[in-house]
């Protein structure tokens, strides 16, 4: 976009709002061109838009008409335009990113959100199974609100209490039940354990040991229990340590005992953490290894658990009708 041009677009403002002239304005918003140039996402939300006004604008008072403005240039020059499935003004394409990824659009529009269960399973190649649905962990809303307005005292810092003056988009939750025609499936977890962040896609994705910790948690949500079992039969060895210091830190003592049994009993993986595990299980109530099915009488002894799974023939579970 040519200054002369970007000076045309923007004397309408001025006319309006003599406030600020054309060329101040131009000032303005040509930063703002450069970073969405570099801009490591497919999309940019209002918040972030925001942010940009306020800060290249820190001279003077950051005003709702002059990021109004700030849009509408952008938008005629078609660097930004609506992201469909999103609120109106609140999500923005970038132009030129036409392949977007749901992951890496959910990761933008959530800041606080990551890739988990099955999705998770995918992106790290521990699974056969193509997601039809995106699923996500975020915090509950109490927490998110807490992250936000920390989040916003970072990036506005001295700017933050004139930028809500003002009405500018402030950093909210939204709510999406699709991206680009993918379901998306929202879990609000308060311990969501760890994630990393990936630079391409840009998204974040929760850690291998983590994701194979969900599949005793909540089997449902992998693929299903075959599935999880599946996936520790072929890939535990490979991931062990990273398994058993991620069940062995937040795992509760019942998931350390799926955990333990399929490790132990289905893959013939040995270790003295999981040997630490069975010595702490606790007998009675109904146990299960899979949390979501019913209880079976084929019973592990070691374990103190319902092997409830129906392709696991366990010849050192014993049968509680015999």
């Known amino acids: 976009v040519t200054d002369k041009k970007l000076n045309f677009f923007t004397s309408g403002f001025s006319m309006v709002n003599n406030s600020i002239s054309p060329e101040v304005l131009s000032a303005l918003i040509r930063p703002i061109q450069e970073r969405l140039g570099v801009w490591e996402r497919p999309v940019v939300t209002g918040y972030e838009l925001g942010v940009l006004t306020a800060n290249q604008a820190a001279y003077q008072p950051t005003s709702l008409s002059l990021y109004t403005e700030v849009v509408r240039v952008l938008s005629l020059f078609g660097l930004i335009s609506p992201a469909k499935e999103f609120k109106t003004g609140t999500v923005f394409q970038l132009f030129g990113r036409n392949k977007l990824l749901p992951m890496e659009v959910a990761c933008s529009v959530d800041p606080f959100a990551y890739v988990s269960h099955l999705s998770a399973m995918e992106y790290h190649g521990i699974t056969d199974r193509f997601p039809k649905i995106l699923y996500l962990s975020t915090p509950p809303d109490q927490e998110w609100k807490e992250l936000a307005a920390a989040r916003m005292d970072k990036d506005l810092q001295s700017l933050r209490e004139g930028y809500l003056a003002a009405k500018l988009p402030a950093l909210r939750f939204q709510k999406f039940e699709r991206i680009d025609g993918m379901r998306v499936e929202l879990m609000r977890r308060s311990h969501r354990g760890a994630f990393k962040t990936i630079k391409s896609p840009s998204i974040r994705v929760a850690m291998v040991g983590r994701t194979f910790l969900d599949m005793l948690r909540e089997p449902e949500l992998c693929g299903g229990m075959q599935n999880a079992v599946d996936t520790y039969r072929e890939y535990a060895a490979k991931y062990l340590k990273l398994i058993i210091d991620e069940v062995d830190k937040h795992g509760t003592s019942i998931e350390q005992a799926r955990a333990g049994y399929l490790l132990e009993m289905v893959c ?44 696991l023939d366990e010849p050192q579970a014993n049968s509680e009708e015999s």
């Not at 109530?285 to 319902?306: I, T």
């Open 268 to 311: 013939g993986l040995s270790n003295p953490v999981i040997d630490a595990w069975a010595s702490k299980v606790q007998r009675g109530g109904s146990r299960k290894l899979n949390p979501q099915a019913e209880y079976v009488p084929v019973f592990s002894e070691r374990w103190a658990l319902s092997i409830n799974v129906p392709s």
